[in-house]
């Protein structure tokens, strides 16, 4: 079972500042994607990443948010100019080639904007 | 649009019994169904999952079941284990509209007592 790891666990930034959250997975996997939860709210779908680039997006995903693998392992979620309502767990998920169940989420980062 | 909707926030079920978990949703186009375990702090476990060709899957102590025509399905736990107390979603994805996001439910506590 292929494993995913986010850093940092928690994060605590002010408001207006950017932040940088990042998903390694420890097999290379051609599908990325990031998932938030706002506390006791549903998971909810932001992006998500294939062949390099961004194959789908939700209306959450604007132009604060960005993804990218700067270095062909890292998956990041840049959050810019933080807003107090983008306080959340974020999970990073990836999916095995031709698995449609092989979605695999790593244990999230607690972004908390003050 | 909730997509996906579980109706039930929470569920309390005696060590031994059955638990029914149930999910309905509205797109049409989904042709996939997953149910995810969480616990606090932790990403969401992939548990069952069933392609809309089929009508249900099994897999040790859990059953999933799938009614397209009603656009309903449900998870059985049998028998239920205090271990599994967490929250349980309900998630969807279109693969025949080459997308591949997970849409999920609001999640349905379940407390098993002993």
């Known amino acids: 079972e292929p494993e995913v790891t986010q850093t940092p666990s928690h994060q605590v930034t002010q408001m207006g500042q950017e932040v940088i959250l990042r998903c390694v997975p420890i097999?290379?996997?051609?599908?990325f994607y990031w998932y938030r939860q706002i506390l006791g709210q549903k998971v909810e779908f932001l992006v998500s990443?294939?062949?390099?680039?961004?194959?789908?997006k939700s209306e959450i995903f604007d132009d604060q948010f960005s993804v990218e693998r700067p270095d062909g392992s890292n998956f990041t979620l840049k959050i810019r100019s933080t807003k107090l309502e983008d306080s959340a767990m974020y999970f990073c998920?990836?999916?095995?080639?031709?698995?449609?169940?092989?979605?695999?989420f790593g244990s999230g980062t607690r972004l908390t904007v003050v | 649009d909730q997509q996906v909707k579980q109706n039930s926030p929470s569920l309390s079920v005696q060590e031994g019994r059955i638990s029914i978990l149930n999910c309905d949703y509205t797109?049409?186009?989904?042709?996939?169904f997953l149910w995810y375990k969480k616990y606090p702090a932790e990403g969401p476990t992939f548990l069952i999952s069933?392609?809309?060709?089929?009508d249900k899957n099994e897999d040790g102590r859990f059953t999933v079941f799938l009614n397209k025509s009603a656009k309903h399905l449900s998870l059985h736990i049998v028998p239920s284990q205090p271990g599994d107390s967490a929250v349980y979603f309900c998630?969807?994805?279109?693969?025949?509209?080459?997308?591949?996001?997970?849409?999920f439910g609001k999640g349905t506590t379940l407390s098993v007592s002993s």
């Open positions: 998920a990836i999916r095995l080639q031709g698995r449609q169940d092989g979605y695999t």
């Open positions: 097999s290379n996997h051609l599908y």
């Open positions: 990443f294939y062949n390099n680039e961004i194959s789908e």
């Open positions: 797109n049409s186009m989904f042709d996939y």
């Open positions: 069933i392609s809309s060709i089929k």
């Open positions: 998630a969807a994805a279109a693969f025949n509209q080459a997308g591949t996001a997970l849409i």
